[in-house]
Structure formats: C-alpha cells, structure tokens
C-alpha cells in the first residue's frame, strides 16, 4: 500500500472527504420483534446489527451473578462475507475475543449497574460489512439497541477513530487508512460529559500529537452523538405516533 | 461552509495473493465545491489552501493532458516555459497505476515546483466534473470522457474566462469532442506543439517525435521479464536472504565490476557491506545508481576485483585476452547478481556519437544508433534519430527509456544538444548536467520579491528592525577576513574585552533569512540549488547578485543585518554564557587573509594603511590608535581559535589533507598556471571560530527542537578502508590505529619521515579517502549516538556561518531565530527537513563532483600543447607512489595535487625499464608484486618500486572522443625529479611551521613536542617570524574534504 496518497495536497483524503469529515452514518432503532432492543448501523461502508436482551435472570447458574451489579455479556462476531475475502470467523476466535471485552469494558461504565444486581444483559453484535471501525460502529450500534430496550445508561456512549497522515488528524478511518500502518487512536465517550470511557491505539504516534489527534477523536464522538440522538428522536415521535393511532 | 457530500460506491477488482480475483467496494464522496485553483475563479471555493499556488490569471489557456499523454509525453510538460496544466485526479491515477512510482513522481514534482503553477484537480470530488464508467466502456475510453468532462467543468466553472486544451493521443476524440463546446479544444499533442509552440521552442518538436518513436517501439511488460516478482523481492529483503542497495559501478572498470552498497537503514550489519557485481549477466540491465535487490551467490562463485588498471577505452569484449587475471586480483569478495530492481533511477546523460559511426548515406529516415555516454559508468544508450550527420561532434544529451530483456543495450532518446565537443561551454555545460546541477538565470517574478539597490532607490536599514534588533553599530569592532577580492562575505568577526577581565567573542553572519521568506520564490529556488557551485573559472550562485553581493555581504563601512551569536568566555577560554539573535552591525574593516597574518606579525604602520582602504585618510594620532586597536583584536583572536583548537585535539579531532589548486587564468581564459593554495594560521583562525560558532548554534537547536533540527553528522569510518593507508604507512615502520578518531590523529602525527614531508601529506590524504562522509540530517530521524561528527570531534555540529553560500545554512538560521523566539516562522517537520537534508547533500555532492571535474577540465587544458617537448618544467614532475597494482602504480604528484595510474606493463604485454641514462624503455619481461613492492624484471635487469617511493613522471594529455580527456603519466625516471628538491623545501617549511608546538596550544595539550631534524636552513629565521604554529593546511578546507571522499571511487 505503500503508493497510496492517503491525504492529497488539497485536503482531500482517498474517499474524497476532507480530514475532519465523518462518513455517512444511518442507523435505524428496532429492527427485531423478540430482541428486547436492536438498532442497524451503517458508518460508510460499515454495517452492524446489534440485539440486546435483558435484563433477565443470569443464564447458567447462580454462581457468575454478582451481588451488587448487573452482569453485562457481550457478544462480538463478523459475517463471513463482512470482508473482501470470504472466511470463516469461528465465534472464538482472538480477534472477536478481545473485542467482546472491549464492548464490555465499555458498557460496564456506562450502563447503570447497580440498578439490576444479580440479573444479566446481554449484547449481541454482528458486523454484517467491515470497511474500518469495527469497534466504533459496534459500539454505537449497541448504544441504540440499549436505548431500544430501555436500559438506563448515564449517557449514550459514542465512540470514533482517528489517525495521524502528513502532520494533520484525521478522524473515522476507513479500512484503506486503517491498513496503512500509520497511528490509529480509537475513543469512546459519553458525550456531554465529555467523559472517556474507552481509549485505545494502535502503531506509533509521536506524544506531541497524541493530544491533537484525541481531541479530532473526540470531536468525532460528538458528532456521531447528535448523529445517533436525531435518530433517537425520530423513532421515539415515530413508535409514539404509532401507539397513539393504536389507543384511538 | 455547508457543503452536501454524496456517497456512492465504486467496485474495484484486485488479484489477491493467492491469485483469485477479489472485489472491492470503496465508497467516495462527492461535493459540489472542489477547489479549482485558479487565480480567475469566482465563486471563491478556494479554502484553506493558501499554502497551493494558483493557475496563473495572465496565461492564454490552461492545458489538461488526458491520462495516456501525461504518461508517455509527461517530458514535454516537463518543459519549463510551459505553465498552467491541469492534472486531474483521474491522470494521476492512471499515471500511479499504468505508468510508474518515477513517472508520478515526475509529475508530482511538476506540481510542486510553484514557478510551474500547474495543479492537481480532483474531479473525481466533483459531483458535475466526475462520470461513471458504464458498463462495457473500456478504461481509456472512461479516462478520456472524465478528462473532457472535467474540462468542460473547468471551461464553465471559470465562466468561460479561459479556453481550456485537452490533451490527447487519440484522433477520435479529437473529432468526438472538439467540437462540443466553443473555447474546450480538444487537440492532439503534435497538433498541439505545432500550433502553439513551434516558433517559440522548436526543440520540443525534435522531443516529440523522438518520444513518439520509443512509444512505438516499447513492448509493454516485457522489460521486467527475468527479474522477480515485486512480492518476493520485498519477502526477500525483508527475511535478509537478498540485499537492497544501490548500485555502483566501478569507474576504473565499467564493463565489468560494480558493487551494490547497502542503504541506510540496513547499514547496522557490519558484516556483509558491499556486494560485488561480476560482468554485465550478472548486472541484469541495472544501470549505475539504480536501487537493486541483489542475491548472494554460493561462496564458490566469489571473486575478487581485477588490480589490472585498464585503459580507458579499451573493450574488454574479448575475453580470451583476460584469461591470466585469476591470480591479478583481491581475495574473493562477496559477489552477488542483480535480481530485481526496486527503482530506476535514470536522469539525463551526456554523449557523443561514436567517431566512425556510419548512417547508410546520410538518408533521413531516423535510424537506431548507439551513443556513447560522457560517464564511463553508463552502457552505450541506443537512440533513433535522423541527425547523426549534423550533431556528429556534437555533445548531446540523451534519455534512457527502456531496457528490454533481449537487448545488449538500453534504448533512449535524443533530447537536445549542447555543441560542438572540445569547446569549453560545452565541456562545462556537460559537466553541469552530468551532475544535474540546473543554472538557468533568476525569474523575473523572483526579482521583483527582492528588494532593489539602485542608485535612484538606494536601500537602507528600516527603523522598525532598528528597534527590534541589538544594535553592535559603534559597540562592537567588527571585521571580516576572507580570500582576496571576495564579494560574498558571510561572516565578520568581534572580540573585546569586557571589564571583568573576561573576554567577549562575537560570530556575525549575514542575516540572510530576513530577506528570504520561506516558500518564497526565492527560498524555493535557493533550495533547488542548494549552493553556490564553484567551478574553476566561474560559479554559479544560490542567491541572487542583489542579495549574494550587496545586501547580504556584510561589507565594511555599511549597515548591515546580522544573526550574531556572542560567547562570554573565561580568561581560560571557557564559555560563561551565550547570546544569539539578530543584530545590526557595521563592519569596520574588510582584510584578507594575508594581510591580517601579517597585522599579527607586525606589519609596519604604513603597510597596513596602503593595503586598508578603510584607513586612509585618518588622522596620525587615530591611526596608532586604530591600527593597534585592530593589531590587539586580531592577535587576541588567535589566541582563542588557538586554545580551542587545542582542545579540540585533544578530544580526538582529525587533520586531514588535501590539495587546492588554483588555476591561473590570463585575460584570455588560457589557462597559465596550476598553483596549490597556500596555507596560513589565520585561516585556522577564521575555520575555528565558525566551528565555534556552528557547535554552539548546533547544540541550541537540538535542546529547542530535538526532533527537527537540522545538523551535520559524519559517521564512524569504515574499517576495511584503512588498509591500503596502513599497508603504505608500514613501509615507513609507521603504526596507524584506527580505533578511534583520536588514535588516529595520533598515529597520523607520528608518521614524520624526516627526509621527506610529502610522506606525512600523502598519509593524511590517504586517511581522508578512508573517510566516509559528513551530511546533513534531521535529528527526528536518526538515535542520538549517530549525532557525532568524527572528524572534529565533536557532539553537535551543523551549518550556520554561510548561508549566502549554504541552503541548509539558511534552514538552520530559521530555527536558531524561532529557537530564541525572534521568529514564528513556520519550521519544517521531521520528515520535510529529511527529506531536504537528502536533497542538500545530494546537490552538495554533485557541486564538489563539477568543481572537481572542472579543475580537471582546466587542468587537461593547461596540458594541451605543452606535453610534446620532453624538458617542459611544467610536465616533468615528482610522483609518490601509494599504491600498488598488477600492470602499474597508483602515483600522487604533489605539485598539481593530481593522482593518475602510471602502466608497467603495456597492452601488448611488455614492461617498461629504466635504462642507465635515466630513458624509459618498452621490452618483454615479467613483473613480480607483494602488498608493498612491485618488480619489473626485464632482459636489462631488475627493478623495484615500494610504496611511498619517489618516482618521476611526465605528464601530457590523453584526449578521448566521447569521455572527459584526461591526463596520461609516463614514467620517466625511478628517482625523484631533480627539481622537486626544490619543492621539498618548500613543502619543508610548511612542514616546520606545523611541527612546533606553540606555548599556550602546549600548555592546554601536554602532547610531546615532535621535531623534525631537518628543519631547513632558513628555520631560525622563520621561527622568529611565526613564533607559533601555522598548521599545514587550512583545517576548513580540509574537512570541506571529508566530503570529497565519495569522489574516490573505490578503485
């Protein structure tokens, strides 16, 4: 990949946005009837489906609830046609591993744990599409699938990514800027408060930068927030719509 | 600024490793404003983008090359007069993607280089200038509709202020769209040239069609047949089984031997360096300087490189005549094949019809015929072209295009011609392009930046600098030292002392960087250059004449900006404290070297008047004082650069050696005498205050900007290079360790042969070939033990007391000046300065290639005419021998600085002896070698010769056809030149002044005095005179040669 301009002289970046341009997202709440919440993201090229059941009885026994919160479960797996080349991602394997514990490092801070001691939620997220920002879709999509179910959380918790090309940030890489091999800075926040919940990254990235770069991510965040709470908000008139012809 | 994007999807197929076809979705995203980057644009949509120059408003039409021109006819845009191109997304692509990494980065270079004002326009961003490819439509045929398109956007974006012509190698579109729309000409290159270029460049005509020729003639793909594939020559390298590098043919011996010698970042394996390439099989078509990936051969295919010293010109297509070399070589070394090639790195070459070339009667169909390039270490290039007769002694500059697999020769084209061989412009202007050095005139739009100093608009200092700067005006006694009749004086110099009995030290250099703004044309153009390039008989400056000789030159008598740095030192000489910033100074006195050595040694009153024009005209009672005030300052001086010399030394630093010539020239540019520089201690004086100077600026930068200051390096020597000094220093029973740097100063200080100075002279040079380079560098980019520059001895240094002169002098000015923070200069990053510091020693070194070359040019010309008598003084020579070969001797004449082969054994075989009576004589015979003697043993006897033996040898030229003449040396006699006692004199009483130790350099450094026995009848005198110690050579000079070393190919 190594002739790849990955920012032109003008500001463009290979997809034709400027650096600190977010991809298109679309996202649609309750898209399964026995899921209790489920939202579908689309960020560009990247699509996820995210189910969220609970809060119910811990499955398997007493012996993995814990006393004083709620038990978050998550589930991350990839369609075997989510990439260029067809392959077949056992549910175990590293990759989705370590990303579950990521979802769920994530959403044990933001969801209101202590609400539901000794029960369990669990999260089942599914990307469909991987073109870059795996983990930022997936977080989003289960964001709105929690929203869906009506799980109180402190805050919808948004998350972004952003790299580093030619001495300026740029923010929601792509697969082709994330398979670069230049920095890769991925945060999740709880938006108004500006509280960071997640932050990792990936290569190198010089110190002096790290602060520029966190604050595009940042920014990134906010950005899908009002993003994800129009959405919100339309659904919510649209389902209140639909029960009040329901009720007359 | 709302802008609406729109997304869609473009499918793309790839092969993937495996093979299989994959496809790819990538989304992209339109919007409606897409900066146009013309300077006519209404609707304002360029944002953010002040750093992008504009199409310019004045042009008659703006071209748009569609993508099958721009890669086969992208030379002709190269062009420099003509401006306003548009590229648009789609070319550039196709270029990147059809073409080659070399060809978008020629094209990216032509948009980068602002005096072009050409642009990069991404109609694949635009929602009107962009179309899809339908289904079916073949790749070219999309190009050339989006090119249009794009066009057609363009035409009607600007409001149709500005015809627009699209390029295009195909008739039919020319037809399918010409006629679209009123003022978008859709035209064919050659219809294009004709119409509008023909009268003003007629050359690009010549161009065109020699470029349609090669286009015709190229087989696509087939030149990378036979090397390996992209993917496992970087698995290869990167699993260490091959080895990337450059490739470097030997010069002694082109045919034949080359090396591949590693880049930087696989350097830190110091046990395989350089891969030795055997014959032109094993090259596999790489040409010299290209980047290689060579495989290693089994240790049995190793050989060792030929000690015969071939004769130039001479094909060695024939090898039955070679079959005895196996016991005439090194023991085996390394020895590899080319593999693949990573990145051509062919560039423009001189060269000259071969002397008996036939063309079948002189018919006018363009013929294929081989040219012989001025560079020995380029293959014959074959061009087709129709004008053998007319340039047949014409040097002319050629192309290479291609090199197929069944050829024996790579193919080019005819570019232009520079005249007729054997004229001196010619010979210079082949030289300059040999080393890519680029000398056209200053632009008109660059002038205007500048500002003027005429005798209606006299300049003069601003008020406002006034305040800003530290006024050394009347505080201060600044003067400057420099050669005789120098315009661009860059330094001056101050010293006084303060009342606290310490001592003031000032460095003031032209503050060059307040008229140059960085990308400014000007800064942009000095950058190109690099430097100032000296040849014997001229030089071409970076800066122009307004600022390299007036304003710049801090001349006496007037006011002048300065960037000064101050120490505050010691009475021990330690520094106290540092001052840097700018100033404004007034020099009082501008001397030259000579003149200020002999104000130190008590030149009389009168004298220093009549040679000071600064001091005519003053009063008797002034004068003492002024004259004695100077007199204290210049000593004073001394004394310091004296001490910190010493100090120097004693952590190791090096004295190396090399010899200037300067050419004489009468009116007439005949050339009328070579004569070596001379040496003085003022300029070691000069040469240690701006090391001073350059350490301490060196340090400041690094402790403000330790990722992206620029600094100069020389790195650790190579240990194999050593051999042949230590093999010539054994014959003397002198020890050379080379351990470190001050080992070596050491043992390079004890290798005094009593009998013979030019011993000791010739070691030192020895020493310096040894050497690798000193360059620039970007302090992001290399660990912190690589900062170290080895032949001063020192942590830090860089560049900082020539920027008339120096680009990167400039660059290091701009981060002193924000490193004090009387700048906000935007600086450089990282990766922009390395890759600058790259372009700045690369130029660096093609400026000492063409000085080099240039003084041999003058050199030949000094010869011609006068080699035929045989008791010419200025022939007959003494040589020193060191080193030894199979068929002859490496000698060194002191007298011209001048190394050249002396033959043994002719081309027939036979060898050559002295007879009684002292006259050379051709028999048969054999000839015997061990490392440090070499025997000729012939039907009249025996004779040896040993390293560092003195031989005498006639010098006369050797006039080639296609290649630079050279000189030819004969031996004349196996005894020194009876003259050159003479010389030996001389030379002795440099020698002296260098071998005592002056008192307060002993005192710093208890080193054991050495003394020479023979000190020579006149020493008394000169003791008395000099009382100190004028080292042999000017130390700048000498490692301005650290440089030079690359110029010793490894032969």
């Known amino acids: 990949m190594a002739g790849i301009e990955l920012l032109s002289d003008q500001g463009f970046r290979i997809d034709g946005r400027k650096p600190k341009e977010l991809r298109r997202i679309q996202c649609r709440l309750g898209v399964f009837k026995q899921a209790d919440g489920s939202a579908y993201i689309e960020q560009g090229n990247t699509k996820v489906l995210a189910a969220v059941y609970g809060p119910h009885e811990t499955a398997g026994g007493r012996g993995k609830a814990l006393h004083d919160k709620v038990l978050v479960n998550c589930q991350y797996s990839m369609a075997t046609f989510s990439t260029g080349e067809r392959k077949r991602r056992p549910r175990g394997d590293r990759k989705s591993k370590e990303m579950t514990m990521h979802l769920q490092q994530t959403f044990n801070a933001a969801i209101m744990t202590s609400l539901y001691p000794r029960s369990q939620i669990d999260i089942y997220v599914e990307v469909l599409q991987s073109d870059g920002g795996n983990y930022c879709a997936s977080v989003n999509a289960a964001t709105l699938a929690l929203i869906d179910a009506g799980i109180p959380m402190k805050d919808y918790v948004c998350a972004c990514s952003a790299s580093f090309v030619k001495d300026c940030p740029i923010v929601d890489i792509n697969y082709l800027e994330e398979s670069s091999g230049g920095p890769e800075l991925i945060v999740a926040t709880l938006p108004k408060s500006s509280q960071i919940v997640f932050l990792e990254m990936n290569s190198r990235l010089h110190e002096d930068n790290l602060s520029k770069v966190l604050d595009v991510a940042v920014k990134g965040t906010k950005d899908v927030y009002q993003v994800l709470d129009n959405a919100v908000r339309d659904h919510i008139s649209e389902v209140a719509a639909f029960h009040k012809l329901d009720q007359s | ?367 294929k015929v081989l040219v012989i390039p001025y560079d020995f270490r380029i293959p014959k290039i074959r061009i087709s072209t129709c004008q053998v007769n007319a340039l047949r002694d014409h040097r002319i500059v050629v192309r290479i295009d291609s090199w197929e697999i069944d050829s024996q020769y790579p193919n080019g084209h005819f570019v232009r011609s520079l005249g007729k061989r054997g004229d001196l412009e010619t010979e210079i202007a082949a030289i300059l392009i040999e080393n890519s050095i680029s000398v056209n005139p200053f632009s008109d739009a660059q002038m205007k930046e500048l500002p003027t100093d005429t005798p209606e608009r006299p300049w003069h200092i601003d008020d406002s600098e006034v305040k800003k700067r530290r006024d050394l005006r009347n505080t201060h006694l600044v003067f400057s030292i420099d050669p005789k009749g120098c315009e661009d004086v860059d330094d001056t110099l101050s010293v006084r002392l303060l009342e606290t009995g310490n001592i003031e030290l000032g460095v003031h250099i032209a503050d060059v960087s307040y008229y140059v703004h960085p990308d400014s044309l000007t800064d942009i153009e000095a950058r190109e250059r690099s430097t100032t390039v000296y040849l014997a008989d001229r030089r071409y400056d970076m800066l122009p004449a307004i600022l390299s000789a007036n304003l710049c030159s801090l001349v006496s008598g007037v006011d002048r900006y300065a960037v000064s740095v101050i120490w505050e030192l010691s009475p021990s000489y330690d520094v106290l404290a540092v001052w840097y910033g700018r100033t404004i100074i007034k020099s009082r006195y501008k001397l030259f070297y000579e003149l200020a050595q002999a104000i130190s040694e008590g030149l009389s009153s009168e004298e220093i008047v009549c040679n000071i024009p600064e001091l005519q005209g003053v009063t008797e009672h002034e004068l003492v004082e002024r004259i004695q005030e100077l007199r204290t300052a210049i000593s004073c001086l001394m004394t310091i650069a004296r001490n910190l010399k010493a100090r120097r030394v004693r952590g190791g630093a090096l004295e190396l050696e090399s010899v200037e010539v300067q050419v004489q020239l009468s009116e007439t540019k005949s050339v009328q005498d070579l004569t070596p520089k001379e040496h003085m201690e003022i300029h070691d004086t000069i040469a240690e205050c701006m090391i001073f100077a350059n350490h301490w600026v060196a340090t400041k930068i690094t402790e403000s900007f330790p990722n992206q200051a620029l600094l100069r390096h020389h790195p650790l020597p ?334």
């Open chain 2, 1 to 367: 600024m709302a802008d609406i994007l729109q997304k869609s999807n473009r499918f793309l197929r790839f092969k993937s490793s495996k093979g299989g076809g994959v496809c790819v979705v990538r989304e992209i995203y339109r919007r409606e404003t897409v900066p146009c980057q013309s300077s006519l644009c209404l609707s304002n949509c360029q944002e953010n983008t002040d750093e992008l120059h504009l199409l310019p408003k004045e042009a008659s039409h703006y071209i748009m090359p569609d993508p099958a021109v721009a890669r086969d006819y992208l030379e002709i845009l190269e062009e420099s007069s003509i401006t306003g191109i548009i590229f648009t997304q789609t070319t550039v692509h196709s270029v990147q993607h059809e073409g080659s990494r070399k060809l978008l980065s020629r094209l990216k270079n032509i948009v980068k280089d602002k005096r072009r004002r050409s642009v990069i326009f991404h109609n694949e961003f635009q929602t009107y200038a962009y179309c899809e490819r339908e289904q079916g439509e073949s790749l070219a045929l999309w190009q050339r509709r989006a090119t249009f398109q794009s066009a057609e956007w363009f035409f009607n974006h600007l409001a149709g202020q500005m015809p627009i012509v699209m390029l295009t190698d195909n008739q039919q579109a020319c037809e399918e769209y010409g006629k679209k729309t009123v003022n978008v000409f859709v035209l064919t290159v050659e219809d294009y040239l004709n119409r509008f270029w023909k009268d003003i460049k007629p050359g690009l005509m010549d161009l065109y069609y020699s470029l349609k020729a090669s286009v015709g003639s190229k087989s696509k793909g087939k030149e990378y047949i036979g090397y390996l594939s992209p993917d496992m020559l970087t698995a290869g390298v990167k699993s260490g089984k091959l080895i990337q590098g450059f490739l470097q043919v030997n010069r002694n011996n082109a045919s034949t031997e080359a090396f591949v010698r590693r880049s930087r970042q696989d350097m830190t394996e110091e046990s395989i360096s350089d891969i030795f390439i055997y014959g032109s099989a094993a090259r596999n078509r790489a040409v010299h300087g290209d980047l290689v990936v060579v495989e290693i051969l089994p240790r049995s295919q190793w050989r060792g490189r030929s000690l015969i010293i071939k004769e130039e010109e001479v094909e060695v297509e024939d090898l039955a005549a070679r079959k005895d070399e196996g016991d005439d070589t090194t023991p085996a070394l390394p020895t590899g094949q080319v593999v693949g090639i990573v990145q051509r790195n062919w560039k423009e070459y001189v060269a000259t019809f071969a002397q008996n070339e036939e063309t079948g009667g002189g018919d006018k169909k363009a013929g």
């Open chain 2, 718 to 1051: 190579r240990e194999e290079q050593f051999s042949n000094l230590k093999n010539c220093a054994a014959t003397h029973g002198f020890d050379i360790r080379t351990k470190s740097n001050k080992e070596l100063a050491e043992s390079l200080d004890k290798c005094v042969d009593p009998q013979d100075p030019v011993v000791n002279k010739l070691l030192r040079m020895l020493a310096t070939q040894a050497m690798t380079n000193a360059e620039y560098f970007s302090t992001g980019s290399l660990s912190r033990d690589q900062f170290f520059h080895y032949g001063l001895a020192l942590d830090l240094y860089t560049h900082f007391t020539s920027p008339i002169r120096r680009y990167a002098d400039i660059l290091v000015h701009r981060q002193l000046l924000s490193a004090v923070g009387e700048s906000n200069m935007k600086l450089p990053s990282n990766t922009e300065l390395d890759d600058m510091s790259q372009h700045i020693n690369q130029k660096h070194r093609a400026a000492q290639y063409a000085q080099r070359e240039s003084q041999e040019l003058f050199q030949c010309l000094f010869f011609k005419g006068r080699g035929g008598s045989d008791d010419d003084e200025h022939c007959i020579v003494d040589a020193i021998i060191y080193q030894i070969r199979a068929n002859g001797l490496f000698v060194y004449v002191p007298r011209y600085g001048i190394k050249g082969p002396v033959y043994l054994r002719s081309k027939e075989g036979q060898v050559l002896h002295i007879q009684e009576n002292g006259s050379p004589e051709w028999t048969g015979g054999e000839i015997s070698r061990t490392e440090q003697t070499i025997t000729v043993t012939s039907l009249y006897g025996q004779m040896t010769y040993r390293l560092l033996d003195h031989v005498t040898v006639k010098l006369s030229l050797l006039e080639s056809w296609a290649h630079s003449s050279g000189l030819k040396l004969q031996l004349m006699s196996n005894s020194p030149h009876k003259s050159s006692q003479l010389d030996v004199k001389n030379l002795a009483k440099q020698q002296k002044a260098e071998i005592i130790k002056e008192v307060s350099s002993a005192a710093e450094d208890k080193r054991s005095m050495q003394m020479s026995h023979d000190l020579g009848p006149n020493f008394p005198e000169l003791k008395k005179q000099y009382g100190q110690t004028p080292e042999d050579q000017s130390l700048y000079s000498l490692f301005e040669s650290f440089r030079e070393t690359a110029l010793f190919s490894a032969g």
